[in-house]
């Protein structure tokens, strides 16, 4: 199991983080199945040249990073072009972890209620 920095654009991770974008594309680096993929997130900016006065493109690190598993790997097929490789991606920690992890966070207020109620000084 490897771990893989992929650079991504903002639209890109905001897709990923809300969970529509499930898959990836890219050309083959010897990923494999198991492999975690860190997603950082760059954004566009410009910047001007300080000796020349001169505005150019770059793009910066926002210093965002979600990580996600590849599940299930595509390669040498008729469609897709020679090098490429489509991954499916899941959570590092499963869909039952993050499923587990939005119950969690739901029951919290009841579960403060539910603590304050089990103590003995009341």
Do not use: N
Request: hydrophobic share 35%; aromatic share 10%.
């Amino acid at each position: 199991m490897t771990e893989h920095i992929i650079p991504t654009t903002a639209e890109a991770y905001a897709e990923l983080c809300s969970g529509e974008k499930t898959f990836e594309i890219r050309r083959d680096a010897g990923f494999a199945v198991g492999d975690i993929l860190c997603f950082a997130e760059y954004e566009q900016v410009v910047e001007t040249h300080p000796a020349i006065d001169m505005k150019y493109d770059t793009t910066r690190e926002t210093g965002r990073r979600a990580r996600r598993r590849v599940s299930h790997l595509l390669k040498g097929q008729k469609w897709l072009p020679s090098g490429f490789v489509v991954m499916a991606l899941i959570d590092v920690y499963g869909k039952e972890d993050r499923t587990w992890r939005k119950l969690h966070k739901a029951s919290m207020p009841y579960r403060k209620l539910h603590l304050s109620l089990d103590r003995d000084d009341y």
